[in-house]
C-alpha cells in the first residue's frame, strides 16, 4: 500500500483517487475551496465535476496542504494546467527531496512556453516530477470502464513505481521515458479538439473530422520532434491515442466548447457555457509562441487561434485552410520524377 496525495478535487483527480483507493492505497485528496472539501465530506461525490460516482468512505478529504503533501509515497498534481504554478509553489515548502510527484494535467504556460513537469520542476527542484496521460476521460475512470495510459518518467525506476500503483484490470498503464512528447501531445491535442469541434458546430462531417485530426496529429508531430520528443510517442497513447478521443467524446470539454464557436458563440460565452477549465485555450497561444521559437508550420492550430483571439470567422478559417498552396503529403526526400 502507498500514501497517495491527490492535489486537485475536479473530476479528473477524483476519478483517480477512486480507483487509487480501489488498488488499496490510502488516498487524501486536497483542494483549496473549503466549501468544496464540505460537499465531498458530506456526499462522498463530486456533484460538481463528476455527478454519479460515489466515492469510497476511506478517503480522506482536506484544505490542509501540509496533510496531503507531507510524507506521501505520491503526490498527484491535478489542478488546471493554469493553477499549476501557484499550487506548486504552495506545494514546495512540503515536498521532500525525490518526493515522486505525478503531473496528471495537460497544457504549456504560455507566459514561458513550459510543459506543466517544466513549470513544477522549476517551482519544486527537490521532487522528482513525472507524468500521466492517455485517452482517459475522468468520467469514464470514475466509472471504472477500461483505460490504457502511458507513465513517463526520467528514471524506469520511477515510471515502474507509478505504473505498479496506478495498474488494475481496468486501468492498464504503459511507461516511457519520453516525458517531453508525452505532455506536448496531451497539451497540443487539445487545440486540434477546439478544431474538430468548430467543424461539428458549423455542420461538417466525417471527411472533415478525420482531415483535421490526421493533419492536425503532423502538426503535433511536427512541433514535437523539433522540440525533442520521440515521432513515436505521437503515433501512441498520448498523441493519436488522446487525439482521438478529444476530438471524437462529448466528454471533451475542448470539443464542446469549439461546436459552440462554431455555431457562432465567442470563444468566453462558449468557455461560460462548458462551465469548465477548455485547457486548449490557454495553450492555443503558447502553441504559435513554439512554433515561431522553433520555425515549425502549424496551420490548424494557427487558424484556432485566428478564431479565438483574433475575432476571425469560422467559416473563413476553414476556407483559408482547405486554399492553402499545394502540398505533398509524405516525402521521402527522394528524387520524385
Avoid at 461538417?204 to 513515436?232: H, P
Avoid at 487525439?243 to 461560460?272: F, P, W, Y
Amino acid at each position: 500500500m502507498s500514501k497517495i496525495g491527490i492535489i486537485g478535487a475536479g473530476g479528473w483527480g477524483i476519478a483517480l483517487s477512486v480507483l487509487l483507493c480501489s488498488n488499496g492505497h490510502d488516498v487524501v485528496v486536497w483542494s483549496a475551496l473549503e466549501k468544496e472539501i464540505e460537499m465531498l465530506n458530506r456526499e462522498h461525490e463530486q456533484k460538481d465535476k463528476l455527478p454519479g460516482v460515489k466515492l469510497p468512505d476511506e478517503i480522506r478529504f482536506t484544505s490542509d496542504l501540509a496533510q496531503a503533501v507531507s510524507g506521501m509515497d505520491i503526490l498527484v498534481l491535478a489542478v488546471p494546467s493554469s493553477f499549476t504554478r501557484s499550487t506548486a509553489h504552495l506545494m514546495k515548502e512540503y515536498v521532500a527531496k525525490e518526493q515522486i510527484i505525478v503531473n496528471v494535467a495537460k497544457g504549456i504556460e504560455e507566459s514561458t512556453l513550459m510543459t506543466l513537469s517544466q513549470v513544477i520542476e522549476n517551482e519544486i527542484p527537490q521532487a522528482d516530477v513525472a507524468v500521466l496521460s492517455g485517452p482517459s476521460h475522468a468520467e469514464e475512470v470514475g466509472r471504472g470502464i477500461p483505460t490504457t495510459i502511458v507513465a513517463g518518467a526520467a528514471s524506469k525506476k520511477t515510471a515502474e513505481y507509478i505504473q505498479n500503483v496506478f495498474m488494475s484490470d481496468v486501468f492498464r498503464v504503459y511507461i516511457s521515458p519520453d516525458v517531453l512528447g508525452i505532455e506536448l501531445g496531451a497539451a497540443l491535442k487539445n487545440v486540434v479538439a477546439l478544431a474538430a469541434g468548430i467543424a461539428d458546430g458549423l455542420g461538417y462531417g466525417d471527411n472533415t473530422k478525420a482531415a483535421l485530426i490526421t493533419r492536425g496529429m503532423i502538426e503535433i508531430a511536427r512541433l514535437g520532434v523539433a522540440m525533442g520528443g520521440k515521432f513515436e510517442t505521437f503515433c501512441g497513447l498520448s498523441g493519436i491515442g488522446d487525439l482521438i478521443v478529444t476530438c471524437a467524446s462529448m466528454h471533451s470539454r475542448n470539443r464542446r466548447a469549439g461546436i459552440l464557436i462554431g455555431q457562432g458563440k465567442t470563444m468566453q460565452e462558449a468557455m461560460d457555457e462548458v462551465n469548465m477549465v477548455v485547457e486548449g485555450v490557454y495553450s492555443a497561444k503558447a502553441a504559435m509562441g513554439l512554433a515561431r521559437k522553433y520555425n515549425v508550420e502549424l496551420p490548424i492550430i494557427e487558424q484556432v487561434n485566428e478564431v479565438l483571439f483574433n475575432n476571425k470567422s469560422a467559416n473563413a478559417a476553414v476556407k483559408d485552410l482547405m486554399l492553402r498552396d499545394k502540398k505533398i503529403e509524405i516525402f521521402s526526400g527522394e528524387e520524385w520524377k
